[in-house]
């Protein structure tokens, strides 16, 4: 596998892409403390386009972890943290419509799978930075670890 | 070429994006019913707000099939599709903005092309794994059959 | 380096992915020339809210340019810019909620190093065509050059 020339070629970009995800959550917690005191009395149609508008915000950041960390660590657990996180998705957009006049979900979900991802992230960025370094390559304990803990997504 | 070794690396993400995508055409289909008795008398503000809006909400997911459908199968037809797909999307955009009080457009615009590239996805990631379990490669014919009837959405 | 042929691989998709960045530039011009009249006796709720959501649509393009201009030309300066952006940012965000009645900050920001980014892609899929068609290859020359004027981007 030439895995390693490809994180050599975007290790960069995955760290700026990191950081971003970082300034995302900082935005995002920002909203969801003001969030609280509206939402009540809204037409179906305004819930819906809300619950849309919360689900399109966040899937940008959500495409970059996963992809970033599918390359630069590995992907079944990166897929199988994905597949949560469409399952969380799911549920938030359901319960978004569902419910009328009590308090509706807040603006975030699915925080433990995105962090579950970055994790993965910065381990495979870290790993190769001690791979090109040191020359120690514990890539191979890294991906049985990430992917026992990934089970532990399921954990509601 | 080693487009092969290429998908090997990604195809499990490939099929959550995909996976993903649907989710968001599940939604947008949502918000699609409930918006047909809304924006009538907007401001010309809120009518270009509106209309941008729903092009960034389509971006990320244009974006995703796009280059999964380049990476997976062949770049030309995806570059294509999404070449047409930018056409309508300006199509859609001026539309919004033209009319004053009639029905506006509704808040989906280039199905075709996006099922296109899904299409494309889907039967690159099949391609490859038949190749992988049976040792048959039908990728030529396949992109041969793509480039063709990717001329076939050019008819409006 | 295989770079080379990671572009031969995607670079259609590089110049599509271009031409939507520009029809992006020319929507959000658009909302920006609406958008002045707008956002006065705004609640603390609209105003953060009015900036994620800002900031979000614009975070698509952002991701999209950066990675291809640290995949078509060299990643250290785009990774560079990325970080600037992150920081101008993080500005606009914290501007737009310190404000109260004046002015609020307009649709767009980030515009300079947007284009710097797409600058790099441009001339990265510039010198992959000559490469191609005529063999020469200024790579060498085109990534010191721009890795000297990403330093650019730091004066205010």
Known sequence: MDSGKVVENIYLLVIVTLI??????????KVERECNCQNTHTSAFERVSCANRNCMDAYPTFLAVMWCAG???????????????????????????????????????????????????????????????????????VETITSASSALLLIP
């Open 20 to 29: 971003s995800v970082l300034q995302n959550a900082f935005f995002a917690q």
């Open 71 to 141: 390359l630069c660590l590995s992907q079944a657990p990166a897929a199988f943290a994905g597949i949560i996180y469409l399952v969380v998705r799911q549920k938030y957009f359901v319960g978004y419509m569902g419910q009328t006049s009590q308090s509706t979900p807040g603006y975030l979900f699915g925080k433990r799978v995105i962090f579950f991802l970055f994790l993965m992230c910065v381990v495979g960025i870290f790993n190769f930075l001690l791979t090109r370094h040191y020359g120690s390559d514990y890539k191979e304990y």
